[in-house]
């Protein structure tokens, strides 16, 4: 597993971590993002048996997990930003599209779970060069998670002002997974678990 670094087009290193098998590759790359509030450090474990099994396995951090000051139960900054941050890691996941084609693979498959497979639904609607999709409790998006169906916030959302509620939403509403994933090409295995109350079975479909 090496720990490398690429550059970013929206600015700055974008982190990840290369696995590669030790001898008889594939010609397969997978490529991850973790949840929220995860980071890349607690994703060693399945990249490492994707190259024991010949895969060359990149994990990629969020822009939100670059930085030291963002965890908790979410990472979110329900400001404008958290839209930024959304697109730019669609950006991120694409150049690590270019740097796992470098490596030599010849097809590629993406996984990942809850906030990490709502990017990979968006990635899916822009993306062409991914071949397969695996996306784990992966819900419409950060506003269906945040909003009631009444149109209320939950929490932590409550913790801003109405205004700045609503600056959040407009600002995340265009950019929701739900918008994209319609627009796939490749195959795409949904996973939703019957019981999981977080995202549910309702929500993935």
């Known amino acids: 597993i090496r720990d490398v670094t690429y550059a970013s087009p929206h600015g700055g ?22 949840g929220m509030p995860e980071k890349r450090h607690q994703y060693t474990d399945p990249i ?19 930085t030291d000051d963002r965890g908790g139960d979410t990472a979110m900054t329900f400001t404008p930003r958290d839209a930024d941050e959304q697109v730019q890691l669609v950006v991120d996941l694409r150049r690590a599209v270019d740097v796992l084609l470098d490596a030599g693979v010849e097809r590629i498959g993406f996984d990942a779970i809850s906030y990490g497979a709502g990017i990979g639904a968006i990635l899916a609607g822009v993306e ?50 739900e918008h994209f994933v319609g ?23």
């Open 13 to 34: 290193e974008v982190p990840a971590y290369l696995a590669e098998p030790a001898e008889d590759p594939a010609g397969v790359g997978i490529l991850m993002t973790p």
């Open 48 to 66: 490492s048996r994707f190259a024991c099994a010949g895969a060359t396995a990149m994990v990629v951090d969020a822009p939100w997990a670059r």
């Open 128 to 177: 062409d060069r991914i071949d397969a999709y695996a996306l784990l409790s992966g819900g419409p998006g950060p506003v269906d998670f945040f909003v009631s169906e009444n149109g209320n916030a939950l929490y932590p959302l409550t913790s801003k002002s109405p205004e700045e509620q609503q600056v959040w939403i407009e600002a995340m509403e265009p950019v929701e997974p």
């Open 183 to 205: 627009d796939a090409i490749a195959p795409i295995l949904f996973v939703a678990g019957r019981e999981d109350v977080q995202i549910t079975p309702d929500e993935v479909e």
